[in-house]
């Protein structure tokens, strides 16, 4: 069993930062990916930025160059570093842990959410 606790989240100005924090606790030696998804009313949810064992990275066309997925081994925790926040950024923040799969066992894992919100 894997436990994610998410914090960070905040209401910040256009053009603003945030930091996004992951903690996992629990049977975290098979995790294989961390991701960050977010979800705003009436969309669907969505990849925002991922990572996988090997340090492989991948973000959604619309936060390159503005967002930064990384890890830290020692902590348990990994984070997503937001700059150069826009009001389209605004949404519910999730974070993901997807377990090596093993039959009897479930696979992926969800922290509770944590509301960014960007006002112009």
């Known amino acids: 069993q894997v436990q994610l606790v998410e914090s960070g989240g905040g209401l910040v100005q256009a053009g603003g930062s945030l930091r996004l924090s992951c903690a996992a606790s629990?049977?975290?030696?098979?995790?294989?990916?961390m991701d960050w998804h977010r979800q705003a009313p009436g969309k669907q949810r969505e990849l925002v930025a991922g990572?996988?064992?090997?340090?492989?990275?991948n973000y959604a066309d619309s936060v390159k160059g503005r967002f930064t997925i990384s890890r830290d081994k020692a902590k348990n925790t990994f984070y997503l570093q937001m700059n150069s926040l826009k009001p389209e950024d605004t949404a519910v923040y999730l974070c993901?842990?997807?377990?090596?799969?093993?039959?009897?066992?479930?696979?992926?894992?969800w922290g509770q959410g944590t509301q960014v919100t960007v006002s112009s």
């Open positions: 993901h842990v997807g377990l090596i799969p093993q039959l009897g066992r479930p696979s992926n894992y």
């Open positions: 990572i996988t064992r090997i340090g492989s990275t």
């Open positions: 629990g049977s975290i030696f098979s995790i294989n990916a």
